[in-house]
T-cell receptor, first 115, second 120 residues
Framework: DTGVSQNPRHKITKRGQNVTFRCDPI?????LYWYRQTLGQGPEFLTYFQNEAQLEKSRLLSDRFSAERPKGSFSTLEIQRTEQGDSAMYLC?????????????FGSGTRLTVV | AQKITQTQPGMFVQEKEAVTLDCTYDTSDPSYGLFWYKQPSSGEMIFLIYQGSYDQQNATEGRYSLNFQKARKSANLVISASQLGDSAMYFC?????????????????FGQGTILTVHP
């Protein structure tokens, strides 16, 4: 297993366009998380899934944001009608429920720049 | 609600010396876990160490140890024998471990981070 994989690594888009990011977690991990990190700040929680069920969404996740994990494996995060304030690093993490001592494994992130 | 505070925006240490990165927290969860992550300039978050609120002993992992003082609500990271490769951003994080903690259960809440620079 090569860890958590995120694609693309970088995305530059024009304001108003839609973007979609993909996250492939560690295969045996049943929990998947999305975070957003702006420069010089800690990651902020967006949403998380247990298998295919979306268990929680942050108030940060406006109506323009949607996340899916259709078969309990990979996940996508879509941002519609992007705004300059959406520019950030989007991090995905996965974990095995009940194995908290091992922490969460993060991917390398997708850096979004909205111009 | 949970809150993590890291009051040191930046820290400097000489190679081979020890350094302590501060972390204080606030939570209403009866049971919780505390984590430290390292984020080098490449961006990936690397898990370093975990401490459960119920653990009687402080956690250690190689050169990393966690100075856990429950009454003071602090969970400081100690890095011994610093190496040049330790230069990075360090984040303290926590999550609730019981459903009684409400929305803190399951997700990590992070602090603002501390940039550590190791000098040769």
């Amino acid at each position: 297993d090569t860890g958590v994989s995120q694609n693309p690594r970088h995305k530059i888009t024009k304001r108003g366009q839609n973007v979609t990011f993909r996250c492939d977690p560690i295969s045996e991990h049943n929990r998947l998380y999305w975070y957003r990190q702006t420069l010089g700040q800690g990651p902020e929680f967006l949403t998380y899934f247990q298998n295919e069920a979306q268990l929680e969404k942050s108030r940060l996740l406006s109506d323009r944001f949607s996340a899916e994990r259709p078969k309990g494996s990979f996940s996508t995060l879509e941002i519609q009608r992007t705004e300059q304030g959406d520019s950030a690093m989007y991090l995905c993490a996965s974990s095995l429920w009940g194995a908290v001592v091992y922490g969460y494994t993060f991917g390398s992130g997708t850096r979004l720049t909205v111009v | 609600a949970q809150k993590i505070t890291q009051t040191q925006p930046g820290m400097f240490v000489q190679e081979k010396e020890a350094v302590t990165l501060d972390c204080t927290y606030d939570t209403s969860d009866p049971s919780y876990g505390l984590f430290w992550y390292k984020q080098p300039s490449s961006g990936e978050m690397i898990f370093l160490i975990y401490q459960g609120s119920y653990d009687q002993q402080n956690a250690t992992e190689g050169r990393y140890s966690l100075n856990f003082q429950k009454a003071r609500k602090s969970a400081n990271l100690v890095i011994s024998a610093s190496q040049l490769g330790d230069s990075a951003m360090y984040f303290c994080a926590m999550r609730g471990l019981t459903l009684a903690g409400g929305t803190s259960y399951g997700k990590l809440t992070f602090g603002q981070g501390t940039i550590l620079t190791v000098h040769p």
